[in-house]
């Protein structure tokens, strides 16, 4: 049995290495993502091209286009999706918040608790996935598709020049770095500490002069960025928001295509899925091994220290629910999507330790 496994996992590595046979391309997949080459969602695009192209017979083609050459920000990349000019596209909730403000959930606090979490709930077919999939289709006019929600950078972590934070009192007085929105201003002030808006490009500098004291982003972000050089030293893994990146296609585009296609783009996004997941743990390791050889410092929080850093977000919860468009139905389902999957994976867990 295991000699046959064995023949059949080496025969489908070494067909996808065969060029495809000569077989007329019927559709082309333009795809896009605001990041470079070194970014999870390349990594996951790279693997939809492979597994299309190839599962398709050579009847779909993917185009991968990286950083801005067909579009230059969020709002303008979903209104390429809308109007078809672009059809594979993938932003995190900030990008996307104008226009579908509820994904915005994925920038509250302390809602998932790890990956093995988060990953489940991600899963087409949940409660959770079903509701933002069918509102992103009906608040587009059915022109835009929700395919799928992979990672981007792992967890947000808070990290400053300062101390260690090992409690919501820690963070009192910090000037933390946050993006031009509402609920990461809102969490940072409910921490006690000051947020500050500052764009990506100038926080090296602004960390560096202390015009901000401490960023909430993901070790990877903070490695490639070379923020220790400007002096963030300490590190504590909150993880408080998962970093999802919400893949999107043209409605129209995929319902063009014949249902067997259908199936194959729909599987490709599952395997894109897939490979966003394991990107950020493979490349966390060495980031987080070069913080700490650089003189970094990692904390990481009790499930008590993490349950009070989770009651002072509080706050934030009932400002999403009553300012957001839709806030509240979707927080509702990603509460109990959760705790449906946490019930489960605690079932599983104690029956592989008995």
């Known amino acids: 049995m295991l000699r046959t496994t064995l023949r059949t996992l080496m025969a489908a590595s070494l067909l996808a290495a065969v060029p495809l046979a000569s077989v007329a391309q019927e559709f082309t997949l333009r795809a896009t993502a605001n990041s470079n080459e070194n970014d999870e969602d390349y990594d996951g695009l790279t693997v939809f091209k492979n597994y299309v192209e190839l599962a398709s017979n050579g009847r779909i083609g993917v185009e991968i286009f990286m950083g801005t050459q067909l579009c230059g920000n969020g709002t303008e990349c979903t209104q390429g999706i809308s109007d078809g000019t672009i059809d594979v596209y993938v932003s995190t909730s900030g990008g996307f918040a104008g226009v579908f403000p509820y994904v915005q959930v994925f920038d509250l606090p302390y809602l998932m608790a790890d990956d093995r979490v988060a990953e489940a709930v991600l899963e087409n077919g949940t409660p959770f996935m079903d509701l933002l999939q069918s509102k992103v ?4 006019g059915e022109t835009i598709r929700l395919m799928t929600i992979g990672n981007t950078g792992g967890w947000r972590n808070f990290a400053n020049t300062q101390r260690r934070v090992t409690a919501p009192a820690d963070m009192e007085g910090l000037k933390i770095r ?10 940072v002030e409910a921490l006690g500490a000051s947020p500050t808006p500052i764009p990506w ?5 602004s960390l560096q002069t202390g015009v901000v004291e401490g960023s909430k982003n993901g070790i990877t972000d903070i490695m490639g960025m070379k923020f220790p050089e400007a002096g963030l030293q300490y590190v504590t893994l909150d993880g408080h928001a998962y970093m999802g990146a919400l893949w999107i296609m043209n409605n129209e585009k995929l319902m063009s295509m014949p249902e067997d296609l259908r199936r194959v783009v729909a599987d490709g996004f599952y395997q894109l ?9 493979r490349k966390s390791i060495q980031a987080y091994q070069d913080f700490v050889a650089g003189g970094g410092d990692i904390y990481v929080p009790t499930p008590e220290e993490k349950a009070a850093f989770a009651e002072a977000a509080a706050p934030v919860y009932d400002w999403f629910k009553a ?17 449906s999957v946490e019930a489960e994976i605690d079932g599983a867990r104690m029956a592989d330790i008995q």
């Open 201 to 205: 490009p100038e926080l090296f500098t």
């Open 137 to 140: 289709l009906e608040d587009s």
């Open 323 to 339: 300012n957001v468009d839709g806030g509240e139905e979707v927080f509702n389902a990603l509460q109990e999507t959760v705790a």
């Open 273 to 281: 899925q897939q490979a966003t997941f394991a990107s950020p743990k």
């Open 178 to 187: 946050t993006v031009v929105a509402d609920i990461p201003q809102v969490l």
